[in-house]
C-alpha cells in the first residue's frame, strides 16, 4: 500500500505542499502526498512534479473541490472550475479524487436524494474522466449522523456499491475507512461484496475514543491508528489484503494532540501509527 498524508487531517492544515515539507514528509517515512487543491495548487505543476520526483513521493490524490451537496447555484459554479483544476492535477500526476456521503437529511426523502447524486455525481464523473481521474465515494457509518434525522442515507457498503451502481460510470470506486467500516457493522465476509482492489480509490485508517457506546461516537472525535484497538483494524487490513490492495492509504485520527506538535513530530507519530498496523 502507498503509505500516505493528508496534512489538514492529522492537525496541521496550515501546510501547503512545498519543498521543505515534502522533505520532512519522506523523512517520516510516507510515500505519497494528498493535495487539497485550494491550498496545494499554487506552483506550477511541472515544479510540484519535480518536488515530488526529488523527494521520492508520489501523487496519491486529492480532494475533489466541487460541493455537490448544496445548492445548484454553488454546484454548478464550482463544476465550471472543475475542468482547469482536473488538467492541472493531471499534469502533477494524480489520478485519484475522493468525496464523501452525507448519510442522512431533514429536508431530502432517501428516492429524491439518490436521484439527486446520481444526477450531479455523473457529471463531475464525466469532467475528470477528460483527465484520466477516478473518484472515490465514502460511506459514513456512526449513528450520530442518522440519530434525530428525518431521512436516512446512504451507510453502508452495499448502499453505496448501489449508489455507484447507478452512477454508472467506470471512473467511480470506493473509500473505505476502518472508522465507518466498524461503526457501520461491517464484516469479514463483507469484503467479499468488492470483486477487485481496482474498485477502491483510497483507504482511510484511524482508531475510536475508548468507553463509548455506538450512538455516543461522534465523526470528528477520532484517534490513531491502532492505539485504543477499539476498532476491528486487524480484520479491516487483511481484508484490503486480501483483495491485494496497492493504493492510497493514510491516516485521519482528528486528533488535537497532533496539532500541537511540529508538523515534522506529528508525522513521524502518525508514520508510527500506520507502520504498527499495515
Given at each position: 500500500?502507498?503509505?500516505?498524508?493528508?496534512?489538514?487531517?492529522?492537525?496541521?492544515?496550515?501546510?501547503?505542499?512545498?519543498?521543505?515539507?515534502?522533505?520532512?514528509?519522506?523523512?517520516?517515512?510516507?510515500?505519497?502526498?494528498?493535495?487539497?487543491?485550494?491550498?496545494?495548487?499554487?506552483?506550477?505543476?511541472?515544479?510540484?512534479?519535480?518536488?515530488?520526483?526529488?523527494?521520492?513521493?508520489?501523487?496519491?490524490?486529492?480532494?475533489?473541490?466541487?460541493?455537490?451537496?448544496?445548492?445548484?447555484?454553488?454546484?454548478?459554479?464550482?463544476?465550471?472550475?472543475?475542468?482547469?483544476i482536473a488538467e492541472q492535477a493531471k499534469r502533477i500526476g494524480i489520478t485519484r479524487t475522493i468525496t464523501w456521503i452525507v448519510p442522512s437529511s431533514d429536508t431530502i426523502p432517501f428516492e429524491k436524494n439518490f436521484a439527486l447524486h446520481v444526477e450531479r455525481l455523473r457529471r463531475v464523473l464525466d469532467v475528470?474522466?477528460?483527465?484520466?481521474?477516478?473518484?472515490?465515494?465514502?460511506?459514513?457509518?456512526?449513528?450520530?449522523?442518522?440519530?434525530?434525522?428525518?431521512?436516512?442515507?446512504?451507510?453502508?457498503?452495499?448502499?453505496?456499491?448501489?449508489?455507484?451502481?447507478?452512477?454508472?460510470?467506470?471512473?467511480?470506486?470506493?473509500?473505505?475507512?476502518?472508522?465507518?467500516?466498524?461503526?457501520?457493522?461491517?464484516?469479514?465476509?463483507?469484503?467479499?461484496?468488492?470483486?477487485?482492489?481496482?474498485?477502491?480509490?483510497?483507504?482511510?485508517?484511524?482508531?475510536?475514543?475508548?468507553?463509548?457506546?455506538?450512538?455516543?461516537?461522534?465523526?470528528?472525535?477520532?484517534?490513531?491508528?491502532?492505539?485504543?484497538?477499539?476498532?476491528?483494524?486487524?480484520?479491516?487490513?487483511?481484508?484490503?489484503?486480501?483483495?491485494?490492495?496497492?493504493?492510497?492509504?493514510?491516516?485521519?485520527?482528528?486528533?488535537?494532540?497532533?496539532?500541537?506538535?511540529?508538523?515534522?513530530?506529528?508525522?513521524?507519530?502518525?508514520?508510527?501509527?500506520?507502520?504498527?498496523?499495515?
Amino acid at each position: 500500500m502507498l503509505k500516505s498524508v493528508f496534512p489538514s487531517n492529522i492537525g496541521h492544515p496550515e501546510i501547503s505542499f512545498s519543498s521543505t515539507a515534502a522533505e520532512e514528509i519522506k523523512t517520516a517515512g510516507f510515500e505519497g502526498y494528498w493535495f487539497d487543491p485550494a491550498k496545494d495548487f499554487i506552483l506550477p505543476p511541472e515544479q510540484m512534479k519535480l518536488i515530488l520526483k526529488e523527494n521520492g513521493l508520489k501523487a496519491a490524490g486529492m480532494e475533489l473541490p466541487v460541493e455537490f451537496r448544496e445548492d445548484e447555484e454553488v454546484f454548478e459554479r464550482d463544476l465550471n472550475y472543475l475542468d482547469s483544476i482536473a488538467e492541472q492535477a493531471k499534469r502533477i500526476g494524480i489520478t485519484r479524487t475522493i468525496t464523501w456521503i452525507v448519510p442522512s437529511s431533514d429536508t431530502i426523502p432517501f428516492e429524491k436524494n439518490f436521484a439527486l447524486h446520481v444526477e450531479r455525481l455523473r457529471r463531475v464523473l464525466d469532467v475528470l474522466a477528460r483527465h484520466g481521474i477516478s473518484l472515490g465515494l465514502e460511506f459514513q457509518g456512526p449513528k450520530s449522523l442518522r440519530k434525530d434525522r428525518k431521512y436516512w442515507f446512504v451507510h453502508t457498503l452495499d448502499g453505496m456499491k448501489a449508489l455507484i451502481a447507478a452512477i454508472d460510470r467506470p471512473n467511480c470506486g470506493l473509500v473505505l475507512d476502518v472508522w465507518h467500516w466498524d461503526l457501520a457493522n461491517m464484516e469479514a465476509f463483507d469484503f467479499k461484496e468488492i470483486a477487485s482492489a481496482d474498485e477502491i480509490i483510497t483507504v482511510h485508517m484511524n482508531d475510536a475514543p475508548e468507553g463509548l457506546k455506538d450512538i455516543e461516537y461522534q465523526d470528528l472525535v477520532r484517534r490513531l491508528p491502532g492505539s485504543t484497538g477499539i476498532l476491528r483494524t486487524k480484520e479491516f487490513v487483511s481484508g484490503l489484503k486480501g483483495l491485494g490492495y496497492q493504493g492510497p492509504v493514510y491516516a485521519e485520527p482528528f486528533a488535537e494532540e497532533l496539532a500541537d506538535m511540529p508538523f515534522i513530530q506529528a508525522l513521524e507519530t502518525v508514520s508510527r501509527s500506520l507502520d504498527s498496523i499495515l
